[in-house]
């Protein structure tokens, strides 16, 4: 059953990603990515990522989508250049993309409890983290304490991020100054 | 063709969908549209490399044996909130970008620093 | 926008119901799904609403600007604090242990003071972000 659930929204993602690629209405491309963002928050909840799903339907669907359409306000809401193939860029992308499947054959099935990834650090997490910290979400536990300094780099780069959006946005006042002085 | 492998063939369509979308539009809020694609792809490829059969999401509870591995979702949700701060200062670089040359397109942009 | 009535109504009912989720989310992020990240992000989703219906400006009454960039330094400084305190009382940095009388409550207590100071920051870049884009077009 979730296996028809799996097949189902991943056919919808791509669908809803084709169509926020080819739309030339640049409002309705932002309004697909949002769709896209959502299905995929469905998605992880399929594959058992609550916190995962909670975060990209929250950053996703919410925050991204607003900053999208505050940037069309700004700037233009069509593209202008006329939909034609170029034929270059899809022989890179379909060369990519047939040497990525030929990689692919070497990789664990979907859903196999043996595969490497499960091997070395994860089983200790498992184990030892209701034991050693005690609180009963692992996500929580292996993201503020067991990969503490991890956490401690990223709120760093949205600090930065914030910083960064200030200094390129947030000057109107001394342009209307420069303006009035002109 | 095993079809344990289904989910890696979609992220690679979706992946070469957003990078189409980079490289062949010119328009710069497409490019960045087609980046977000290219970033939840891989975001799905590492879920569910992490996924166990018969697992549940790594909440501990009574009377559950196997879990599905959070190590993943650990790397994942701090990839999804430094794509939006990136998202976030490409867009504000887009917004200086149009006030300096009055277009997002790439050609026109092009054009304009080749005749000044 | 003519007909603002019914927006205005459902904003004022939706929005403290919002941001008590937020941190509801924030605060039970240890024993179901949610944590820092997401509880600042909701929390922010409310300023968003209420710049969205009742203006900018009435948005920057309640959310000052100069007090919301503060608050983005406060976060970090909050988590970077935990560790220092960590090293203050004898163990290595950031780690937990040593915070309380107890191993167990120790990483408690830590895990909580840092997700706060996590949640704090991405919910004031979150609507410095958004002032940002919203505020360039209006003086122009």
């Given at each position: ?68 359409i ?6 233009t809401r ?10 270059l ?91 009035d002085?002109? | ?14 992946m ?11 328009n ?62 490409g ?6 970008i ?19 | ?14 929005i ?8 509801y ?31 900018l ?27 220092v305190?960590?090293l ?13 009388h ?37 003086s122009e």
């Amino acid at each position: 059953m979730t296996e028809l659930l799996n097949v189902v929204l991943l056919t919808f993602m791509v669908i809803v990603a084709l169509a926020a690629v080819w739309l030339r209405n640049l409002f309705a491309s932002v309004m697909m990515m949002g769709i896209f963002s959502v299905l995929s928050a469905c998605t992880f909840v399929v594959l058992d990522a609550v916190d995962v799903a909670f975060t990209e339907a929250a950053v996703g669907a919410g925050i991204s989508t607003v900053l999208m359409i505050g940037t069309l306000a700004l700037t233009t809401r069509d593209e202008k250049t006329p939909v034609r193939w170029s034929v270059l860029p899809l022989m890179v992308v379909l060369i990519t993309g047939a040497v990525l499947v030929y990689g692919t054959k070497d990789m664990p099935r979907y859903g196999d409890p043996s595969a490497p990834v499960h091997e070395h650090v994860a089983p200790r997490y498992i184990n030892d983290s209701p034991a050693e910290i005690g609180i009963p979400n692992m996500v929580t536990s292996v993201l503020a304490s067991y990969r503490g300094y991890d956490t401690l780099g990223e709120t760093t780069v949205i600090f930065t991020a914030g910083i960064g959006v200030l200094l390129l946005l947030g000057g109107y006042r001394n342009r209307k100054r420069q303006e009035d002085e002109f | 063709m095993n079809p344990g492998l289904y989910n890696y063939w979609i992220v690679i369509v979706l992946m070469m969908i957003g990078f189409y979308a980079t490289i062949a539009r010119g328009n710069l809020i497409k490019k960045i549209i087609g980046l977000n694609i290219f970033q939840t792809s891989v975001f799905y490829l590492y879920i569910s490399m992490g996924k166990v059969s018969g697992g549940t999401a790594p909440i501990v509870g009574d009377g559950i044996t196997s879990y599905s591995n959070p190590l993943p979702h650990v790397l994942i949700l701090t990839a999804i909130v430094v794509g939006v701060a990136t998202t976030a200062l490409g867009l504000a670089l887009v917004v200086r970008i149009n006030e300096a040359y009055g277009t997002i397109e790439e050609d026109d942009i092009f054009s304009q620093d080749q005749a000044s | 926008m003519r007909n603002q009535m019914i927006p205005r109504v459902i904003a004022k009912f939706f929005i403290p119901m919002i941001l008590l989720f937020g941190l509801y989310v924030q605060f039970h992020g240890d024993f179901g799904p949610g944590g820092g990240f997401q509880a600042g992000v909701i929390f922010a989703a409310a300023f968003v609403l209420y710049a969205l219906i009742y203006g900018l400006d009435e948005a920057k009454k309640v959310a000052r600007p100069a007090v919301v960039e503060a608050l983005v330094a406060l976060g970090v400084l909050i988590y970077a604090g935990t560790g220092v305190v960590s090293l203050l009382k004898g163990g290595k940095y950031l780690d937990y242990n040593v915070l309380a009388h107890d191993p167990i409550h120790g990483q408690h207590l830590g895990i909580l003071i840092v997700e706060l100071g996590v949640g704090v920051t991405v919910a004031a870049v979150m609507i410095t972000i958004f002032f940002a884009f919203a505020g360039r077009g209006q003086s122009e």
